[in-house]
């Protein structure tokens, strides 16, 4: 999570919902596309960001394991012109260890023409390093990522 947040909110300490509040007044006063940096220690924050992004199409783009045992989660508000793309082919890979759904990418991504979308979701803990480091070395164009869910990664990959 190396991106710059447009704003940062450290609600270490409080319960849930206090994360949620939070995190849904300041999104709501951002433009479309910017960020927040959520910061929380309640166990509860991941699955009702989940939820909330869901129903609002705002987008957990990734959470982070902090040192001091607090979690860092990066929001984008709805409306941005990166939001997540059109994909003709969905592949669900949960459940499936790594390398296991490079390899399926792969074989899909072969059978469709170019410029056509692949949607992997995958709940691998190593697939977002794999898939991007995989994207870079020039297997296909990694057009978004995001964390759609407590451990699930979606990408969205775009045949050259």
């Not at 995190?23 to 959520?38: E, F, V």
């Not at 309640?42 to 902090?66: E, H, I, M, R, Y």
């Not at 992997?120 to 164009?141: F, H, K, N, Q, Y």
Request: some cysteine; proline content about 6%; glycine content about 10%.
């Amino acid at each position: 999570m190396s991106e710059l947040a447009t704003v940062t909110l450290d609600v270490s300490g409080l319960p849930c919902p206090a994360p949620l509040l939070g995190a849904k007044k300041l999104i709501d006063d951002l433009q479309p596309g910017q960020t927040l940096r959520l910061i929380s220690d309640c166990p509860g924050t991941a699955d009702d960001l989940f939820a909330w992004a869901k129903v609002t199409g705002n987008v957990v783009l990734g959470s982070q394991k902090q040192a001091d045992g607090k979690t860092a989660y990066l929001i984008q508000r709805a409306g941005s012109a990166s939001a997540t793309p059109m994909a003709h082919v969905t592949l669900d890979m949960r459940g499936v260890s790594c390398p296991g759904p490079i390899v399926q990418a792969k074989k899909l991504l072969d059978g469709m023409k170019a410029g056509e979308v692949l949607q992997l979701v995958s709940d691998c803990p190593g697939s977002a390093d794999d898939i991007t480091s995989w994207a870079r070395a020039g297997a296909a164009d990694l057009v978004f990522s995001h964390e759609s869910g407590r451990g699930v990664h979606e990408f969205y990959l775009r045949r050259k």
